[in-house]
């Protein structure tokens, strides 16, 4: 009788631990790749800034040379 009640059958609990950190390992490593692509997109968005600066830079250097 115990095992058709699903709050007395204490099989479920390990499975369900189990399920639980497999779930918040999923989200951890989305959250990990959504971290990635940020710190990627900033890095894309220093590089044009210093590319910008640097032709900028150069323009000054040809007209005045």
Do not use: I
């Not at 390990?14 to 951890?28: F, I, P, Q, S, Y």
């Not at 890095?43 to 250097?61: D, P, T, W």
């Amino acid at each position: 009788m115990a095992g058709t009640d699903p709050e007395l059958d204490t099989t479920n609990t390990g499975n369900d631990t189990e399920m639980m950190k497999e779930a918040e390992e999923r989200g951890l490593q989305r959250m990990a790749k959504v971290h990635d692509f940020l710190e990627m997109w900033q890095g894309s968005q220093n590089l044009r800034a210093v590319q910008k600066e640097s032709r900028a830079q150069n323009k000054q250097v040809t007209a005045v040379g």
